[in-house]
């Protein structure tokens, strides 16, 4: 496999999960485990220890519950594409690991649209509308998923390649120029755009981290 071609395909892997990160699912809280935070700040503060120790379980806790299902979209499109076109001497085992995966959590991306569902995108296409349809399919394919688990299984498979060593999981600048307006609260790390989500009285990090 190409120096080139992997640097590529790790990008994809860590921008489809970090975008998605922060994704849209409907998971129970957990007993005894706590989620999100009592303020933007501190939902901030334990993401970037979460992502410097690469802890995906506690990363995927401080993602809204209302947006995991895209999460998980995002993370398994990530590491689908990383594991598809693979090409080192691993590559037949981690498609056996990711397939196990896929069969535990009975995910079924395959499926076709039905008819109602089919979406035809074409270059005038409004983002809004074009990320309406990926989140109605993320939660038709995912809603069902225990993501503060799937996801960290799935992370698990690629955590250990060396095309991983130096990757980062979340924005390791100051958070600034953080505003909040009612249940939602935005601010920025470096170049990062990063908003919140407040759900039940806990705050979150919401979907649209990378933008």
């Known amino acids: 496999m190409s120096s080139r071609k992997v640097q590529r395909d790790t990008r994809i892997v860590t921008s489809l999960l970090v975008l998605c990160l922060i994704g849209f699912g409907m998971i129970p809280v957990l007993a005894g485990e ?31 519950p209302s947006e995991r299902p895209m999460m998980a979209f995002g993370t398994d499109m990530g590491v689908g594409m990383f594991v598809e076109f693979y090409e080192g001497e691993k590559a037949d085992a981690l498609k056996k690991k ?89 601010g920025t790390a470096g170049d990062e755009k990063i908003d919140f989500l407040r759900e039940g009285g806990r705050w979150y990090l919401t979907a649209d981290v990378m933008d």
């Open 34 to 64: 706590p989620e999100g935070g009592d303020s933007p700040k501190a939902v901030f503060k334990a993401a970037q220890e979460a992502g410097s120790k690469r802890d995906f379980v506690a990363l995927a806790k401080l993602v809204a």
């Open 98 to 186: 990711y397939q196990k995966i896929q069969d535990k959590y009975k995910i079924k991306i395959g499926e076709e649209e039905e008819e109602g569902e089919k979406f035809k995108m074409t270059q005038d296409t409004p983002q809004e509308e074009i990320d309406e349809h990926m989140r109605k399919r993320a939660l038709k394919f995912y809603g069902h998923v225990d993501v503060v688990h799937y996801v960290p299984e799935l992370m698990g498979i690629v955590l250990n390649m060396p095309e991983m060593a130096e990757q980062e999981f979340f924005p390791y600048d100051k958070l600034t120029n953080l505003k909040i307006n009612g249940d939602k609260a935005s």
